[in-house]
């Protein structure tokens, strides 16, 4: 019997990812969170990080919703980007933009607290 279940990734202005799976790793507010066909039914929040769909597919997300029930993995979010389709100089320019704002006095403690997942995040990715 068949371990997959349905996954969906849609930004605002088209669907990303559409697919079956076995397996997806999440980065949520309550840490990686690892999704397999039978999962209770879940929405959350994510984080900045990775998502990695099986072993083959991975995005790049700063925020975003997740829902996941009857075995349908829906994620919503405004920035999410494949990592086959970043250049290393767009993320040394996300990086250094978010390092010059995780100094500013001008933000809060939970954008700080953001911003250096974000930061952890870009800095795994470029390697």
Do not use: W
Request: aromatic fraction near 8%.
């Amino acid at each position: 019997m068949s371990q997959e279940f349905k996954i969906e990734i849609i930004s605002p202005d088209k669907t990303v990812f559409l697919g079956s799976t076995e397996e997806v790793l999440l980065p949520c507010y309550e840490g990686q969170i690892t999704i397999l066909k039978d999962h209770i039914p879940l929405i959350t929040f994510l984080r900045p990080g990775v998502i990695k769909i099986s072993k083959n597919e991975e995005f790049y997300v700063e925020d975003g919703t997740v829902e996941f029930s009857d075995n349908n993995l829906l994620v919503l979010s405004t920035s999410v980007q494949s990592l086959k389709k970043i250049k290393s100089e767009q993320i040394n320019e996300m990086l250094k933009e978010a390092e010059k704002k995780v100094l500013s006095n001008q933000i809060s403690d939970k954008q700080k607290y953001i911003l250096n997942y974000k930061i952890e995040t870009l800095k795994q990715i470029n390697g």
